[in-house]
């Protein structure tokens, strides 16, 4: 392999990349070859899963988020992302910016309307009516449990250890690295190399659900605008175009235009948000971004532990309808996490973990809030509170992705907006192409830095081979083939990510003699020195951008010190072993 590598002019891990990418093209020709068996296969895998391991889903985010929770406001919340004397690269302004254009792009246009009108029609609550007041007051409080706090929990976390592992111990940027304090130098051998082998599967398939998604909304949109069929090959045709866009990006050099260009179309998307807030009963949204907060905040603890266990005895369908929801959703949002890890990660180093948290839990669960009221109780509103339903229940029964222009349809200038709107997924599509190519050449390089071109270059049309893939092998099934699909994907993944808790206490554990309980003499002092311009209120080298105590950390460039590291431990992590062909 280190040979070929060679040979290729590659820059990355051999065992890894080409473990990696002839796992992914073997993948794609079983399922083009059996398409049925494939199709048998995934579907029935799903259903064990989601049957005797959808409990697992659901506890095991919940388990997440309040983990994450007590790292921000414990003694180990001082800790930073780096080394003591490392600042934020970013204002905090840019870096909010950065967490919106992160990962909700695709995701808040596909179910904004779909999601509050789906649980709005069909209740999943025992004795709610369709289409009353409780079943859109239900609506929005679920929507806001997949979508906000829980959803960035799967993203903090994974961004966490990353951060925490990579940057204070030098490891390299692979998943493989958060495993350290338990497998130490073997993070470089065999299971390591598994590790990261399953997690760049997880994340092409991750990724190209995610597309997959974005190319029936396209298509559904080309289909209202311009009576595109809406077919399987009109999506692949979707599919090819975009890749082709996103590729020739990376290959003639235009990253930095993309990443302008995404930054554009966020301000877009928000523009469309604002207009629909404008166009719609301005009064009563605003009312609603209040009181649906409230509502969320008292039926969220609730939510994340509903597991509809009665179901088999009060529902003539039994336990599925989490299995098509919660359990699809976390398994999906899951296979993104080594991608998001890395990006959060990247975006955050020198600020403390209890900055790294609360921004990251807090922002983006805000701005879902705001999305998913203004879309949300609009469209519920349009196809009548109290009533029989409308033409947007209708359409989202039809087919999910028309939610979004069925609703347009109810708004002055509806073919501009539409066509914004399809100009917005597409530019979504393409970003997140872009980026998740150079994550997971990273994951498979272990450098933080960008590897050579024809090495993105095949993993941006990897991803899109995946999803025209799988688009194929679902067919007509369409949106029930892809939650198939990444159910089973999902579920090696979460077993990952839900593993680096204790890793990251362990390694939080060793470091407990830096950092003392915060008293509350302490906590004022800080901060009060912080409102009079007295510096950073502590005497330890907070960073600027923060507002909390930091703590010391190995050097740059050097391995953790036996302060860092068990005293039992004679072996350090080296800052990447690798010479980008190695054997081990």
């Known amino acids: 392999m280190d040979t070929l590598a060679r040979k290729l002019g590659l820059k990355t891990n051999p065992q890894i990349f080409f473990w990696s990418a002839g796992l992914t093209i073997s993948l794609l020709v079983l399922f083009l070859i059996f398409q049925d068996w494939v199709g048998d296969a995934f579907g029935s895998g799903r259903e064990w899963i989601v049957t005797n391991l959808g409990w697992f889903f659901i506890l095991g985010v919940t388990v997440w988020l309040v983990f994450l929770i007590w790292v921000a406001i414990s003694r180990y919340g001082r800790l930073r992302l780096g080394d003591d004397d490392d600042k934020p690269a970013y204002s905090n302004l840019s870096w909010f910016a950065m967490l919106f254009a992160g990962g909700i792009g695709t995701v808040l246009m596909f179910w904004g309307v779909a999601e509050p009108i789906s649980h709005f029609s069909n209740p999943p609550f025992e004795g709610v009516q369709p289409y009353s007041a409780e079943a859109a007051e239900d609506a929005m409080s679920i929507s806001l449990y997949h979508l906000s706090l829980h959803t960035w929990a799967i993203f903090t976390l994974p961004g966490l250890a990353f951060g925490y592992f990579i940057y204070r111990y030098k490891l390299p940027m692979r998943v493989s690295s958060v495993f350290y304090p338990v497998l130490k130098e073997r993070i470089h051998g065999r299971i390591g190399k ?12 991750g990724l190209a659900v995610s597309l997959g998604l974005g190319t029936s909304q396209i298509n559904a949109g080309l ?3 311009i009576g595109l069929p809406d077919s399987v090959w009109a999506k692949v045709i979707i599919i090819t175009t975009l890749t082709i866009v996103a ?9 930095k235009g993309v990443k302008r260009l995404s930054n554009i179309n966020i301000l877009v998307a928000v523009g469309l948000m604002i207009f629909v807030l404008i166009f719609s009963d301005t009064v009563f949204l605003l ?29 003539d369908g039994g336990w599925g309808w989490q299995g098509g929801w919660t359990v699809f959703y976390w398994a999906w949002t899951v296979t993104w996490a080594p991608f998001m890890g890395v990006f959060l990660a990247r975006i955050s180093r020198g600020r403390t973990i209890r900055q790294f ?3 990251v839990l807090v922002a983006p669960s805000l701005f879902t809030l705001v999305w ?22 209708e359409a989202v029964a039809e087919s999910v992705p028309l939610a979004m222009f069925e609703f347009f349809d109810n708004f002055p200038l509806t073919t501009l907006i539409s066509g914004i709107a399809v100009v917005v997924v597409a530019l979504f599509f393409a970003t997140s192409s872009d980026s998740a190519s150079l994550v997971v050449d990273m994951l498979c390089s272990g450098d933080a830095e960008a590897g050579p071109i024809r090495q993105r270059a095949f993993w941006g049309l990897t991803e899109g081979a ?5 688009i194929v092998v679902g067919g007509e099934a369409g949106l029930s083939a892809l939650q198939e699909v990444i159910t089973v994907v999902g579920l090696p993944i979460f077993i990952l990510v839900t593993l680096m808790i204790p890793t990251l206490f362990i390694g939080l554990r060793h470091e407990k003699h830096k950092v003392t309980p915060m008293t509350h003499q302490h906590f004022v002092q800080m901060y009060s020195d912080q409102l009079n311009g007295n510096g950073n209120g502590s005497d330890t080298g907070e960073a600027s951008g923060g507002g909390d105590e930091s703590v010391s950390a190995p050097k740059s460039g050097a391995a953790p010190s036996a302060s860092t590291t068990p005293p039992s431990e004679t072996a350090t992590p080296t800052a990447n072993p690798e010479t980008r062909s190695d054997t081990s």
Not at 290 to 299: C, F, K, P, Q, V
Not at 372 to 393: H, K, L, R, T, Y
């Open 372 to 393: 998913f009221v203004i879309f949300g109780w609009s469209a519920m509103e349009i196809d009548g509170i109290g009533g029989d339903g409308g033409p947007i229940s």
């Open 194 to 205: 598994t590790i990261d082998v399953v997690a760049v599967l997880g994340t092409v398939f």
């Open 466 to 470: 995946v999803a025209a893939t799988l």
């Open 247 to 255: 590729t020739s990006s990376i290959v003639v050099g235009l990253e």
């Open 223 to 225: 289909s209202e605008l």
């Open 287 to 315: 009312r609603q971004l209040i009181e649906s907060l409230g509502t969320y905040a008292s039926d969220v603890v609730p939510l994340a532990f509903w597991n509809d266990a009665m179901a088999e005895f009060t529902k």
């Open 357 to 359: 948290v609360i921004g």
